[in-house]
């Protein structure tokens, strides 16, 4: 997959995602839950929708911390490879936004989109275990992206 088809936002969410699997200190790769936190981390209308689910950076944290999913913080550098289920959530991501008629330009909000498609990874999760109303969200992910592109 190439990711110049990613718009700033998309790429940014993304290398958020990999210094959150770097700080984690147990990962050796970017997964879902890093890319959840690197689209909160990034802002916008995506996370703006997150955050009006109750989906926040210290929710998505406490949640993955009492799964065992953080190790001690360790200050590291270097780019990681994706886990299959965030390639599988890149995939998905690129496929909501040529469905939506974006052409292949992937928004944060279409990352979200992918995350919420992918039933495997922490992210799910997450999500399972802060019992968010899948539907709830994507139709509001759906609403911001259309805002966007009618700008």
């Known amino acids: 997959m190439t990711f ?8 940014e969410a993304g290398r958020l995602a990999n210094g959150e699997a770097l700080s984690f200190g147990k990962d050796t790769l970017i997964e879902t839950h890093h890319l959840l936190l ?3 981390k990034v802002g916008g209308s995506a996370a703006d929708v997150l955050i009006a689910h109750g989906i926040t950076l210290r929710r998505v944290r406490e949640v993955t911390e009492r799964m065992g999913e953080c190790g001690d913080y360790q200050d590291r550098r270097g780019k ?3 886990a299959e289920s965030t390639k599988s959530v890149m995939e998905r991501a690129l496929e909501e936004a040529q469905l939506l008629g974006r052409g292949q330009c992937v928004e944060p909000g279409h990352l979200v989109l992918g995350l919420l498609g992918e039933p ?10 802060l019992a968010v109303d899948f539907d709830a969200i994507r139709r509001d992910v759906l609403i911001s992206i259309e805002a966007e592109a009618s700008r």
């Open 4 to 11: 110049g088809v990613f718009t700033e936002g998309a790429r």
């Open 38 to 40: 690197g689209v909160l």
């Open 80 to 82: 990681l490879p994706m």
């Open 120 to 129: 495997e990874g922490v992210a799910a999760e997450v999500f399972r275990d």
